[in-house]
Structures are given as structure tokens and as C-alpha cells.
């Protein structure tokens, strides 16, 4: 499955990413040492993450992520 990042916003690029490990958010939470409470407030958008959580979470989920400079 792709997802291309530009086209959502990052509370929805984290719950799709979280729905593909097919874990519950205290699942998930528990799986990369967060709250459950934190993976609440980066679905709903009401605070961020960082690129490096992002990696972390990718690795732990053999998720790949490119960065494609798009032609002109």
C-alpha cells in the first residue's frame, strides 16, 4: 500500500500508518513508548510529531518512506 504524505494532513498520515500496524491506539502507544492519550492528540491533529518519531515508527513497522523531488 502508498501513501502519498502531500495529499493528508499529518493526524491522518499517523492514523492511516497506525491502522496499517493494525494495532488499537493503547496498542500502538504501548509498541512505540507513548500514551495512549499522546497517539489521541496526533490523530486529531491537536499536537504534532516529529520527523524523527516518524523514522522510529517506520522502522519498527518495515514502512518505507521516499522523499521524491517532483521534475519541473
Excluded: C
Aim: no cysteine; charged share 30%; net charge positive.
Amino acid at each position: 500500500m502508498r501513501l502519498k504524505l502531500n495529499d493528508y494532513e499529518p493526524n491522518e498520515a499517523m492514523r492511516i500508518i497506525r491502522e496499517w500496524t493494525h494495532l488499537s491506539q493503547v496498542e500502538f502507544a504501548k509498541s512505540i513508548g507513548r500514551s495512549d492519550r499522546t497517539i489521541q492528540a496526533w490523530e486529531s491533529g491537536e499536537t504534532g510529531y516529529s520527523v524523527e518519531m516518524l523514522l522510529k515508527i517506520a522502522k519498527m513497522y518495515n514502512i518505507e518512506i521516499i522523499i521524491q523531488k517532483k521534475p519541473y
